[in-house]
């Protein structure tokens, strides 16, 4: 077998839905097995996803065992020659994962793959390729130097924004999102730390494989990250685990350091933490009082391009949720291009390009959204699954709560 997919859904049933459908696209030429490693989730997800995808391996954990260890099963059941850790926030091109295979297969030293990723609003992911977060590349990043330089060689070595996205090259650490591994180079180094519970399990097994000899490579194949749905990113206990797994990698990786190096270093990740939780509650706390900005109380509108053949379940779920939307029923891709050009001159303060899945490949979409950045965000209707689904929400049909 040539690869083993693996996704760990945790209360994101509807979002590893339409992953599973971009990734059935990707998958159309490769022999591959598919993992979904449900972690004790509470939304109903094993039945909703075990009837619609009898092709996948659906595993029921009876624990949130986080995702290291629940990718960890997973791969000890897997056969694949290689094995890709994907987030189920995400979607791939149809030929994103047949590109990647080809470029591992064509150079052996190649432990780890990732790809271009982008967020909801087209914009490009600095995640895509990291460097090692050294003592020194930690303090450049978390004392805000690292934004202030991106392009420097050695203060914006963290994200590495210097280098074209358009070009192929190596680097140190390959996000969890999509990262494609050797299997011979996971015996080499060893699964992922089960000591990281959701964040900093990629960035260790990327510098494993590194200091073992390997090779880590960004590749220029597009694909969309949602960034965090299966994640309650306004909660002490978010930052608690994010802060604590640079903890757990400074100390693993970096225990040896002159204290006069490791002591700024640690203050700087309890310094940063700090600072996050303050602001969240801040936020809380004004959201709660009613001050809010006048643009993030209008509706947003939603722009929707469907077929002829979904038109009728695309009217149903605007209107069974009071959606501000535009309808467009098209065929031809630049239908799209010319409605969505016109769209973007409006500059309106919030809006969502709705596409339906069944029409066009996702691989024009994502370059349609990477053209413009930041001007919009992005959506799907998915007709057989009856709902329109963005970052934030998800909009079922009236048929559907019947």
Same mark, same amino acid.
């Given at each position: 077998?040539?690869?083993?997919?693996?996704?760990?859904?945790?209360?994101?049933?509807?979002?590893?839905?339409?992953?599973?459908?971009?990734?059935?696209? #990707?998958?159309?030429?490769?022999?591959?097995?598919?993992?979904? @490693? /449900?972690? =004790? !989730? $509470?939304? &109903?997800?094993?039945?909703?996803?075990?009837?619609?995808?009898?092709?996948?391996?659906?595993?029921?954990?009876?624990?949130?065992?986080?995702?290291?260890?629940?990718?960890?099963?997973?791969?000890?059941?897997?056969?694949?020659?290689?094995?890709?850790?994907?987030?189920?926030?995400?979607?791939? #091109?149809?030929?994103?994962?047949?590109?990647?295979?080809?470029? @591992? /297969?064509? =150079? !052996? $030293?190649? &432990?780890?793959?990732?790809?271009?990723?982008?967020?909801?609003?087209?914009?490009?992911?600095?995640?895509?390729?990291?460097?090692?977060?050294?003592?020194?590349?930690?303090?450049?990043?978390?004392?805000?130097?690292?934004?202030?330089?991106?392009?420097?060689?050695?203060?914006?070595?963290?994200?590495?924004?210097?280098?074209?996205?358009?070009?192929?090259?190596?680097?140190?650490?390959? !996000?969890?999102?999509?990262?494609?591994?050797?299997?011979?180079?996971?015996?080499?180094?060893?699964?992922?730390?089960?000591?990281?519970?959701?964040?900093?399990?990629?960035?260790?097994?990327?510098?494993?494989?590194?200091?073992?000899?390997?090779?880590?490579?960004?590749?220029?194949?597009?694909?969309?990250?949602?960034?965090?749905?299966?994640?309650?990113?306004?909660?002490?206990?978010?930052?608690?685990?994010?802060?604590?797994?640079?903890?757990?990698?400074?100390?693993?990786?970096?225990?040896?350091?002159?204290?006069?190096?490791?002591?700024?270093?640690?203050?700087?990740?309890?310094?940063?933490?700090?600072?996050?939780?303050?602001?969240?509650?801040?936020?809380?706390?004004?959201?709660?009082?009613?001050?809010?900005?006048?643009?993030?109380?209008?509706?947003?509108?939603?722009?929707?391009?469907?077929?002829?053949?979904?038109?009728?379940?695309?009217?149903?779920?605007?209107?069974?949720?009071?959606?501000?939307?535009?309808?467009?029923?098209?065929?031809?891709?630049?239908?799209?291009?010319?409605?969505?050009?016109?769209?973007?001159?409006?500059?309106?303060?919030?809006?969502?390009?709705?596409?339906?899945?069944?029409?066009?490949?996702?691989?024009?979409?994502?370059?349609?959204?990477?053209?413009?950045?930041?001007?919009?965000?992005?959506?799907?209707?998915?007709?057989?699954?009856?709902?329109?689904?963005?970052?934030?929400?998800?909009?079922?049909?009236?048929?559907?709560?019947?």
């Amino acid at each position: 077998m040539k690869l083993s997919v693996v996704i760990v859904n945790y209360n994101v049933k509807y979002y590893v839905e339409q992953c599973l459908k971009s990734l059935q696209r #990707s998958l159309a030429t490769v022999d591959a097995e598919v993992f979904v @490693m /449900d972690n =004790h !989730s $509470r939304d &109903g997800s094993v039945d909703y996803l075990a009837s619609r995808f009898p092709w996948v391996k659906l595993v029921r954990l009876n624990h949130n065992l986080g995702f290291a260890k629940a990718n960890n099963k997973a791969i000890m059941m897997s056969h694949g020659e290689y094995v890709l850790l994907l987030n189920p926030d995400t979607l791939l #091109s149809e030929t994103l994962i047949p590109s990647v295979l080809s470029f @591992m /297969d064509a =150079h !052996s $030293r190649v &432990g780890a793959s990732g790809v271009w990723m982008m967020d909801a609003s087209g914009e490009s992911a600095k995640e895509s390729r990291r460097g090692v977060p050294t003592p020194m590349t930690s303090f450049y990043k978390l004392s805000g130097l690292c934004s202030c330089f991106p392009h420097h060689p050695r203060i914006g070595r963290y994200y590495m924004c210097g280098h074209s996205w358009d070009q192929a090259e190596q680097i140190e650490i390959v !996000s969890g999102a999509f990262c494609m591994l050797r299997r011979k180079a996971l015996e080499d180094v060893g699964l992922l730390d089960e000591d990281f519970f959701m964040y900093g399990e990629d960035i260790d097994l990327s510098y494993r494989i590194v200091k073992a000899g390997w090779e880590n490579w960004y590749l220029p194949c597009k694909m969309l990250h949602y960034k965090g749905e299966s994640t309650e990113k306004s909660s002490f206990r978010y930052v608690h685990v994010f802060y604590e797994a640079m903890l757990i990698f400074y100390r693993k990786h970096y225990r040896h350091f002159n204290v006069l190096i490791s002591i700024p270093v640690q203050t700087a990740i309890y310094m940063k933490a700090l600072h996050t939780l303050i602001g969240m509650q801040l936020h809380k706390m004004r959201k709660s009082l009613g001050f809010v900005s006048k643009s993030s109380r209008r509706d947003p509108l939603y722009v929707v391009f469907a077929s002829a053949s979904s038109r009728s379940v695309c009217e149903d779920v605007i209107t069974f949720n009071g959606l501000n939307a535009e309808l467009h029923v098209v065929s031809q891709w630049n239908e799209v291009q010319n409605i969505a050009s016109e769209v973007l001159q409006r500059h309106l303060p919030q809006s969502y390009m709705v596409f339906d899945t069944t029409l066009f490949s996702y691989q024009k979409i994502f370059d349609l959204l990477n053209s413009h950045p930041r001007q919009s965000l992005v959506g799907w209707l998915d007709p057989d699954a009856r709902l329109i689904i963005t970052p934030k929400d998800v909009f079922t049909s009236e048929s559907a709560h019947k």
